[in-house]
């Protein structure tokens, strides 16, 4: 199993993702493949590759994903998905208002949705990364992202738990001087 350490600057979100028998590939951006290192970079379709891909006026190319632990719940549910993961940004990454597009990810745990569903267990095993219920999901989440939204100004607003709860989490967390 591989240790990963999030970096906490770059918050955590959920991705979506599904398995042909062989591959884990996204439904929206069919054709490209997650390796089983859980680490992707994204290329641009349009101009066959860019080095600043969120300053292209049109150009909408970069891994998205959501921090709304709902929205990804339904897109399983719309069969957009079949497992969900948690993922860390990486490289240049675009924050909106429900998620982010980033130029690069890596999954660092699979979100149990059904109690150790063969799924589940496989997506574990395939990419070497924890398997995580999706109530410690979603509070790893609100904690990560308002952490960078304070360092951003992002005006995120915690979508499991409230933000007192949670202040209280990160406050206990710190180590004191």
Known sequence: MNMIHPDPDRGL??????????EYYSKVAIGFIWPNSGIVTAYCAVTGGHTAFSSIGSCTCGIYS???????ISYRKKGLA?????????????YY???????????IAVVEMDYQSLSVIRASNFFSIPILRVDTAAAVVDIHMMQLSKKLGLGYRPKYY???KIRGFIESMQVGG
């Open 66 to 72: 959501t921090y709304d632990v709902e929205y990804a």
């Open 97 to 107: 208002e429900n998620g982010a597009r980033s130029e690069m990810a890596q999954l």
């Open 13 to 22: 979100l959920f991705k979506g993702l599904l398995f042909n028998g062989t």
């Open 82 to 94: 079949g497992a969900l993961f948690l993922l860390q940004p990486g490289g240049e990454t675009v």
């Open 162 to 164: 409230s933000e007192e």
